[in-house]
């Protein structure tokens, strides 16, 4: 059984368009997280998000935004869509812990390319 | 500013050969260190994480160790084998920070037989 999946695997679009990855764990983690790893292979944080708070990465333009219908689904929406958002895109989660321990757990990702 | 550096950037070993990465950091307040595992096309799977009390940890072939002091970690990988061909990324968490974490950029580990 997989525990954190994403659909779809690739996505490539046109510049200008609106387009939404979803994401989905069942591991019963409270928190959900999504990551972009650019062509050099860093992975940022973009968006960290439980039922209570929903943290953001400054540097995540707000053209990007998560969606979470239920604790076990977070989705991320980018409206227009630019070239430099081609990356790849990895939903995680996790189950908050003291000490801030928590594993995190990666879905396979989501190639996004901008044409 | 809040980094993690890790070298070298690429590294082709012999199959059954040892291998160290180097991990420094500039995070801080540092909460604890963490080890991915990275296949190509896939998502980071966790190897270890390393709380500030703690100087070694392994898994299996995959010993990882701390100074907190120096802000430095080391990933040392015994008798490699073909299928420890991936990324390593080093992983620090900033206290008080949630569940936020800083990336390095990987080493990616090639291992040939």
């Known amino acids: 059984d997989t525990a954190v999946s994403q659909t779809p695997k690739y996505l490539v679009t046109q510049m200008g368009n609106d387009k939404s990855i979803k994401c989905e764990q069942n591991l019963g983690h409270d928190t959900m997280y999504w990551y972009k790893q650019d062509s050099k292979k860093f992975l940022k944080i973009m968006f960290s998000?439980?039922?209570?708070?929903?943290?953001i990465n400054e540097t995540v333009p707000n053209r990007f935004s998560p969606k979470s219908p239920d604790k076990a689904h977070l989705n991320l929406h980018i409206n227009s869509l630019e070239l430099g958002d081609s990356a790849v895109y990895f939903c995680?989660?996790?189950?908050?812990?003291?000490?801030?321990?928590?594993?995190?757990?990666f879905g396979p990702g989501t190639r996004l390319t901008v044409t | 500013k809040n980094q993690v550096e890790q070298s070298p950037q690429s590294l082709i070993i012999l199959e059954g050969k040892n291998c160290t990465l180097q991990?420094?950091?500039?995070?801080?307040?540092?909460?604890?260190l963490r080890w991915y595992k990275q296949d190509t096309g896939r998502g980071p799977v966790s190897l270890t994480i390393m709380t500030f009390s703690e100087n070694t940890k392994s898994n299996g072939r995959y010993t990882a160790t701390l100074d907190a002091d120096t802000k430095q970690s080391s990933l040392h990988i015994t008798a490699s084998q073909l299928s420890d061909s991936a990324s390593y990324i080093c992983?620090?968490?900033?206290?008080?920070?949630?569940?936020?974490?800083?990336f390095g950029g990987g080493t990616r580990l090639m291992v040939k037989p």
């Open positions: 992983v620090v968490r900033r206290d008080n920070a949630g569940n936020m974490l800083t």
């Open positions: 998000y439980n039922n209570k708070e929903l943290i």
């Open positions: 995680a989660s996790s189950q908050r812990m003291t000490g801030g321990i928590a594993e995190q757990y």
């Open positions: 991990c420094n950091y500039t995070v801080s307040p540092f909460s604890n």
